[in-house]
């Protein structure tokens, strides 16, 4: 026994031994790499100088062919271009050496390839490269790579005003025809409001009618349009697809690679957006555009201050509080890439503030070739689409949409294009989102841009998406009737719809597109409650809709009154809901309201609206209706607005078929009728709910249903029928100009609410004895 427990502990100790020379081997092996990984680095790193003294000394006319050190010192500059990127110095010197073909052309490509920036780049190194442009020497395909080269790493210039010095030189390439894409999109991003001259305009122009209206061209002019209208006489079209290529780029790659061993976000062109991306979440397709950049300054202080071409701009990253926005509004400099100003409020406050109309330009830019390149134009079809990435790019234009309280021109063309192909389903409530916010389409073009696509989608869509539609198109009606009740001018009804856009609308159009979005949502909500069996959810979003159409004209001062179609208005009177009834009521009330107010304003003002004579016979006719069928029990007598034969209601057996949908019997309130019967009389073994219409149950009933929370009915009940106790009698009756004798033992419509229906709101065709049958 003593045996087996000593070769035990024996055989442990010997366990617990050979894993401590295990862990000491491991961490001394980790000790060599690591003393190893740092001998090396310090080698390359002092070799590195000696390298960049070679490109820095070599002379012009050295033989190219045979030379190996050449070619080691520019393995070793590859070499650690890739591996974290090269100086501000060495891309200076490197830059000199390429661009002054010291070694001929053959080289010139090569090294072009390995500027990969570590941090920031010299402008005057790029300065004296664009200047050896001039030199007629370097071949055309080179001179592109170079253009290219500027254009990916333009916002890691440390700064941009000896660029803008020689902008009359770097426009002079424009006439180059395999230039001017390139050149076209570099003179974008330098474009200030001085650099906009006659003669600039007219190479343009005529580069125009050599090339035709290419893209790159129009964007070029469409900003020059901006800073001076009046030299830009051409028409240019707002929905403009994007005219700057994002070419695929050499030195893409590896400035990620740079970005992720060097732990920093660089911030990138306008064509050429580089983040750093999680390889689990990476996708098989050729480009990738809707990480949004880092709002970041990579600018050089130091430079900016010794430089004689400062002009003490203030970039936009450096500011922290809205106080210190104020003090420089007129000194931001923006970012290159103008899409990192969807993440920064400040950025976005200045946008607002400043209403900066070349930024909001360059930025619709950057949205729309974002948009378009990965919902539209993506190789691999929904695959983008359905990422997390996708998710939060939406959301985040949604915010930024929100937070300027108006949409961007490019987000509107792309919802014109992306509505065709969208299924309903993908990315549904950021879509129905942006459709909800864009402005206010004109009625001629409103049927093609919007109602055909998405009436395909209504009839062929779930519940839920009908749903989802109705309340995108209650959100825009809102939006509409918004800017109309802010930018409406009282003097001549011209108003600006959006401030950020050229859009100008008479009063007349913009009323014929709001009545054009009406009438189309309740095509749509009468047909759909019809495919749904008048589902209550689907109701209930309608009558959101009509419950902002009630009150277009007290509530945002449009003048336009629009009823809704019966197969809204029927469906709501006879829902089982009883929720969807009290809205209905409601809804008539405001109408009632709206329209009173319009008539009393028609007679003493000179620029009031006239109301058609349809528009009153539809709303009386609906009054009649409801009153009829809730409160007079004469649901389907001569002249309602619903009528069935009598023989038809015989065979349907059921009792007393005109009470069917009064406050008592109507199946949304029956349970109300019921549980009031029992508390009334709580003794009775036999239930019946006519007792309820006796004079004072009746009135305690009423009380009882306005208890519930049912404000509409109240409202609707309380200020359009009034009612009194005649003496000698247990009913109610209207007042008449004679009093009546109460032969009907039912509640009774109050003729005073009529007479004021006939003398304020009806027209004078309206027959006085059709209302005096109530």
């Known amino acids: 026994m003593a045996a087996t427990q000593n070769a035990?502990?024996?055989?442990?100790?010997?366990?617990?031994?050979?894993?401590?020379?295990?862990?000491?081997?491991?961490?001394?092996?980790?000790?060599?790499?690591?003393?190893?990984?740092?001998?090396?680095?310090?080698?390359?790193?002092?070799?590195?100088?000696?390298?960049?003294?070679?490109?820095?000394?070599?002379?012009?006319?050295?033989?190219?062919?045979?030379?190996?050190?050449?070619?080691?010192?520019?393995?070793?500059?590859?070499?650690?271009?890739?591996?974290?990127?090269?100086?501000?110095?060495?891309?200076?010197?490197?830059?000199?050496?390429?661009?002054?073909?010291?070694?001929?052309?053959?080289?010139?490509?090569?090294v072009l390839k390995c500027l990969i920036p570590a941090t920031v780049v010299p402008q005057e190194a790029v300065v004296r490269a664009v200047v050896w442009l001039g030199v007629g020497k370097i071949p055309i395909s080179t001179q592109v790579l170079f253009i290219k080269w500027v254009l990916t790493i333009f916002d890691m210039i440390d700064s941009k005003e000896q660029l803008r010095a020689v902008y009359g030189f770097i426009f002079s390439f424009v006439t180059e025809e395999n230039l001017c894409p390139f050149i076209c999109h570099l003179l974008y991003l330098l474009t200030r409001k001085e650099s906009v001259r006659v003669f600039r305009v007219r190479k343009l122009l005529e580069l125009q009618s050599k090339l035709g209206r290419q893209p790159f061209l129009m964007h070029l002019l469409s900003l020059y349009k901006v800073f001076c209208p009046e030299l830009v006489t051409l028409s240019i079209s707002s929905r403009m697809r994007s005219g700057f290529r994002n070419h695929n780029s050499p030195w893409k790659s590896a400035l990620i690679a740079v970005q992720k061993r060097n732990g920093s976000l660089l911030a990138s062109s306008d064509s050429l957006p580089l983040t750093i991306k999680d390889k689990r979440s990476s996708r098989k397709r050729k480009c990738g555009h809707l990480d949004l950049p880092v709002l970041n300054s990579l600018v050089n202080k130091q430079a900016q201050a010794e430089s004689p071409f400062s002009r003490k701009l203030v970039p936009l990253v450096q500011l922290s509080s809205f106080t210190q926005l104020l003090e420089n509004i007129h000194r931001i400099e923006l970012p290159a890439q103008m899409g990192s100003l969807l993440g920064s409020s400040l950025a976005l406050q200045y946008l607002d503030c400043v209403q900066d109309e070349s930024a909001l330009l360059r930025l619709n830019f950057w949205l729309g070739y974002a948009l378009h390149e990965e919902f539209l134009f993506c190789g691999d079809?929904?695959?983008?689409?359905?990422?997390?990435?996708?998710?939060?790019?939406?959301?985040?234009?949604?915010?930024?949409?929100?937070?300027?309280?108006?949409?961007?021109?490019?987000?509107?063309?792309?919802?014109?294009?992306?509505?065709?192909?969208?299924?309903?389903?993908?990315?549904?409530?950021?879509?129905?989102?942006?459709?909800?916010?864009?402005?206010?389409?004109?009625?001629?073009?409103?049927?093609?841009?919007?109602?055909?696509?998405?009436?395909?989608?209504?009839?062929?869509?779930?519940?839920?998406?009908?749903?989802?539609?109705?309340?995108?198109?209650?959100?825009?009606?809102?939006?509409?009737?918004?800017?109309?009740?802010?930018?409406?001018?009282?003097?001549?009804?011209?108003?600006?719809?959006?401030?950020?856009?050229?859009?100008?609308?008479?009063?007349?159009?913009?009323?014929?597109?709001?009545?054009?979005?009406?009438?189309?949502?309740?095509?749509?909500?009468?047909?759909?409650?019809?495919?749904?069996?008048?589902?209550?959810?689907?109701?209930?979003?309608?009558?959101?809709?009509?419950?902002?159409?009630?009150?277009?004209?007290?509530?945002?001062?449009?003048?336009?009154?629009?009823?809704?179609?019966?197969?809204?208005?029927?469906?709501?009177?006879?829902?089982?809901?009883?929720?969807?009834?009290?809205?209905?009521?409601?809804?008539?009330?405001?109408?009632?309201?709206?329209?009173?107010?319009?008539?009393?304003?028609?007679?003493?003002?000179?620029?009031?609206?006239?109301?058609?004579?349809?528009?009153?016979?539809?709303?009386?006719?609906?009054?009649?209706?409801?009153?009829?069928?809730?409160?007079?029990?004469?649901?389907?007598?001569?002249?309602?607005?619903?009528?069935?034969?009598?023989?038809?209601?015989?065979?349907?057996?059921?009792?007393?078929?005109?009470?069917?949908?009064?406050?008592?019997?109507?199946?949304?309130?029956?349970?109300?009728?019921?549980?009031?019967?029992?508390?009334?009389?709580?003794?009775?073994?036999?239930?019946?709910?006519?007792?309820?219409?006796?004079?004072?149950?009746?009135?305690?009933?009423?009380?009882?249903?306005?208890?519930?929370?049912?404000?509409?009915?109240?409202?609707?009940?309380?200020?359009?029928?009034?009612?009194?106790?005649?003496?000698?009698?247990?009913?109610?009756?209207?007042?008449?100009n004679a009093q009546l004798s109460g032969e009907e033992k039912q509640p009774l419509a109050s003729y005073s609410f009529f007479k004021r229906l006939v003398h304020i709101l009806s027209p004078p065709l309206f027959q006085v004895s059709y209302l005096l049958v109530l």
Not at 76 to 86: F, I, N, P, S
Not at 497 to 516: A, Q, R, W, Y
């Open 8 to 110: 035990s502990g024996s055989a442990e100790s010997d366990q617990s031994s050979l894993a401590e020379q295990q862990q000491s081997s491991r961490s001394f092996n980790r000790s060599v790499r690591v003393a190893e990984k740092e001998r090396r680095r310090t080698e390359a790193e002092d070799a590195f100088v000696p390298a960049l003294e070679y490109f820095s000394d070599v002379e012009a006319g050295t033989p190219l062919r045979g030379n190996d050190e050449f070619e080691r010192n520019l393995v070793l500059v590859e070499k650690v271009a890739y591996a974290g990127g090269l100086s501000p110095e060495a891309i200076s010197v490197m830059l000199e050496f390429a661009m002054s073909l010291r070694m001929g052309t053959s080289p010139c490509v090569r």
């Open 381 to 736: 079809g929904r695959a983008s689409q359905n990422s997390e990435e996708a998710l939060q790019f939406l959301d985040k234009l949604l915010s930024t949409q929100h937070f300027l309280q108006e949409a961007f021109s490019s987000s509107e063309a792309f919802l014109y294009k992306f509505l065709s192909v969208w299924d309903g389903s993908l990315l549904r409530p950021q879509i129905l989102s942006l459709l909800s916010n864009i402005p206010v389409v004109p009625s001629s073009q409103i049927g093609r841009l919007l109602f055909e696509p998405l009436m395909q989608l209504f009839f062929t869509s779930s519940l839920f998406f009908k749903c989802g539609l109705m309340e995108c198109l209650n959100n825009m009606l809102l939006k509409w009737l918004t800017w109309h009740s802010v930018y409406a001018l009282e003097d001549d009804l011209d108003i600006s719809l959006n401030s950020h856009t050229s859009i100008n609308m008479t009063l007349s159009g913009f009323k014929d597109s709001v009545m054009e979005l009406v009438h189309f949502v309740g095509r749509l909500a009468s047909v759909g409650l019809q495919l749904e069996g008048s589902h209550s959810l689907l109701l209930s979003f309608i009558l959101d809709f009509y419950e902002t159409v009630c009150d277009t004209f007290l509530k945002y001062g449009l003048p336009l009154v629009v009823m809704p179609p019966p197969g809204v208005f029927y469906p709501a009177l006879f829902s089982p809901d009883p929720i969807s009834v009290d809205r209905l009521a409601f809804i008539m009330y405001r109408y009632k309201v709206n329209l009173t107010s319009a008539k009393s304003q028609e007679k003493v003002t000179e620029q009031a609206f006239h109301i058609s004579r349809q528009t009153f016979r539809e709303f009386n006719n609906y009054v009649v209706v409801m009153v009829n069928c809730l409160w007079n029990s004469k649901m389907f007598h001569p002249g309602m607005g619903v009528q069935l034969g009598e023989e038809l209601l015989l065979k349907s057996n059921v009792p007393q078929y005109c009470t069917s949908f009064d406050l008592v019997h109507h199946p949304a309130f029956l349970s109300y009728a019921v549980d009031f019967h029992q508390r009334c009389w709580p003794g009775r073994k036999d239930l019946d709910l006519n007792s309820i219409k006796q004079s004072k149950p009746w009135s305690w009933y009423l009380e009882y249903l306005y208890s519930q929370g049912y404000d509409g009915l109240k409202q609707f009940f309380q200020r359009d029928i009034s009612w009194k106790l005649t003496a000698g009698h247990s009913l109610y009756t209207a007042e008449l």
